[in-house]
Every structure is written in C-alpha cells, then in structure tokens.
C-alpha cells in the first residue's frame, strides 16, 4: 500500500510563492512516478496534471499550463517530492493533489494512489 501526504498549501498574494510537499511511503516506491494534480473550484472542473517526476529524478515532465512558473524535484533520501510553484495567478487557485503510478503519463488514468490534497488560494 503506498500512501501519499501532501503539506505546504496556503493563502498567497498573485505573484507570490509557494513549495508543495508529497511526502510518499510503502511498498516498491522506485517503481513510481509521482505527479502533481489540481482540480479547481466549480462545477464540470476536472483534475488536471500539473508536473510528474519519476523517483530517481531522472525525468521530468512540467504541463504547457505552469511551464516556466512551476517545477518539481525530489529528495529520495526522505522519500519526498516536492512542487514549487512561481509567479502564482489567481486561476492557479485549487486543491492540488499528489498522486502515484507506474506510467510516465501526466493523466487521472495513470494514476493508482492519491493523496488527500493541499488547498492552494491565490488572491488577487
């Protein structure tokens, strides 16, 4: 069973910062990659892939959306990935998740375990 605990979300300006942390434990971890999801407030708004990392850290996937604000990095020795996120925007306002599986594919189909997920508000 693996098991997925998210911390780092908050209440920040537009413009401002903040890192994400998923800190992953269980069986096999080196089999997975771990992504970062974000569902936004609202009716009809899907979970969309933000960043995926495999555990070794040797590939690396940012979504056309964050690119050039977001990044995403992993520290094997606590078992923890990290998401920093730049330049926040008020539409980056979600509930962003942790999420892990054995695919190089930044999709809700890819995905096997989720975490509970980590509020981010971005005010204007």
């Known amino acids: 069973q693996v098991q997925l605990v998210e911390s780092g979300g908050g209440s920040v300006q537009t413009g401002g910062s903040l890192r994400l942390s998923c800190a992953a434990s269980?069986?096999?971890?080196?089999?997975?990659?771990i992504s970062w999801f974000r569902q936004a407030p609202g009716p009809g708004k899907q979970r969309e892939g933000v960043?995926?990392?495999?555990?070794?850290?040797?590939?690396?996937y940012i979504a056309d959306s964050v690119q050039g604000r977001f990044g995403i990095s992993q520290d094997s020795t606590k078992n923890t990935v990290y998401l920093q996120m730049n330049s926040l925007k008020p539409e980056d306002t979600a509930m962003y998740y942790c999420?892990?599986?054995?695919?190089?594919?930044?999709?809700?189909?890819?995905?096997?375990?989720w975490g509970q997920g980590t509020q981010v508000t971005v005010s204007s």
């Open positions: 999420a892990a599986g054995h695919r190089p594919y930044l999709h809700r189909d890819a995905v096997i375990h």
């Open positions: 269980g069986a096999a971890m080196n089999t997975y990659y």
């Open positions: 960043a995926l990392i495999d555990v070794g850290g040797q590939y690396r």
